[in-house]
C-alpha cells in the first residue's frame, strides 16, 4: 500500500513538473516572439532612414542583378565655427574665470580677516587698553638680577680671600 501511495505521489509531482516545464516554454516562446517583431521593427525603422534606405536598396538591386541607386545622401555636418567665434569664447571664459577668482578672493579676504580679528590682540588699538595688573614688572626683575649678581660676586670674592689664607 505505501509502495502505491510514493508511486502517485512520484506521478504527481512528474505531472506538476511537466505542466511547470510546459507554462515555461509557453512563456519563452512568446518572449521569443516579442523579440523578433522587435528586430523586424527596428529594421523596418532603419530601412526608413532616407541615408540607410539608399544602402538597403543598393543591397537589394545587387542580389537582383539591378544597377543600385547613384543618389546616396550624405549625412548632414554640423556648421564649423569661425576662428573669431572660437577666440571670443576664449575670452568670454578667462573673464568669467577671473571674475571667479575675484569673488573667492574676496570671500577668502573677508573671512581671513574676521578670524584674525578674534584671535590677534595687538593691535593700533593698543593705546586704548587700561593699565591694569602686569604679569611682569621689568623694573623690579633688574632690582632682583643686580642683588643676585652683587651677591654672587661678594661670595666669590670671599670664596677667594678664604682660599688665600
Request: hydrophobic share 45%.
Given at each position: 500500500?505505501?509502495?502505491i501511495k510514493k508511486f502517485?505521489?512520484?506521478d504527481?509531482?512528474?505531472k506538476k513538473f511537466f505542466s511547470m516545464s510546459d507554462k515555461l516554454k509557453e512563456g519563452?516562446?512568446?518572449?521569443?516572439?516579442?523579440?523578433?517583431?522587435?528586430?523586424?521593427?527596428?529594421?523596418?525603422?532603419?530601412?526608413?532612414?532616407?541615408?540607410?534606405k539608399s544602402v538597403f536598396s543598393g543591397a537589394d538591386a545587387e542580389t537582383k542583378n539591378e544597377e543600385p541607386e547613384k543618389n546616396?545622401?550624405?549625412p548632414v555636418l554640423e556648421p564649423v565655427e569661425s576662428p573669431e567665434d572660437i577666440e571670443k569664447k576664449k575670452k568670454r571664459e578667462v573673464v568669467f574665470e577671473l571674475a571667479l577668482f575675484?569673488?573667492?578672493?574676496?570671500?577668502?579676504g573677508i573671512t581671513i580677516k574676521t578670524e584674525a580679528v578674534k584671535r590677534i590682540t595687538i593691535g593700533f588699538n593698543d593705546y586704548k587698553i587700561a593699565n591694569g595688573q602686569n604679569g611682569y614688572?621689568?623694573?623690579e626683575i633688574?632690582?632682583?638680577?643686580?642683588?643676585?649678581?652683587?651677591?654672587?660676586?661678594?661670595?666669590?670674592?670671599s670664596a677667594g680671600a678664604q682660599t688665600q689664607q
Open positions: 500500500m505505501l509502495e502517485f505521489s512520484l504527481d509531482k512528474l519563452m516562446d512568446e518572449k521569443l516572439k516579442k523579440a523578433k517583431l522587435m528586430l523586424k521593427n527596428a529594421l523596418e525603422n532603419l530601412k526608413q532612414n532616407k541615408f540607410l546616396i545622401t550624405e575675484l569673488i573667492l578672493g574676496i570671500l577668502l614688572n621689568l623694573e633688574k632690582k632682583v638680577l643686580e642683588q643676585k649678581a652683587t651677591t654672587a660676586q661678594d661670595m666669590q670674592q
